[in-house]
């Protein structure tokens, strides 16, 4: 598993590729470039899509991804850490 990350900046093609890999959805290939585009932010967390460049991936890799990750604000942070949001959010994707 890819080390967990809570900078955008952190996500770069070796860790994409990594990802991507273990989850089944790059077979082959890896991840050459990523772009990141913040999409949301939130109380919780910041939302940000990668646009995908590829050497020797199947056709159907994907062309984005997007990250949840926590908030940038260390006030924000501690308090969805206190009232265990970001648990009940990893909890609600594995189910």
Known sequence: MP???SDPA???ATWLTEALR???ALPAGRVTDARGQHIGHGKMGDNVRYA???AD???DAPASVVAKLPA???TARAGSV??????????????
């Not at 206190?82 to 189910?95: D, P, S």
């Open 10 to 12: 952190s996500l770069d």
């Open 22 to 24: 273990e989850a089944g």
């Open 57 to 59: 991936a199947p056709a």
């Open 3 to 5: 080390r967990l990350v």
């Open 72 to 74: 940038a604000d260390p």
């Open 82 to 95: 206190a009232r265990g949001g970001y648990l009940r959010e990893v909890r609600f994707y594995q189910e």
């Open 52 to 54: 995908l460049r590829y």
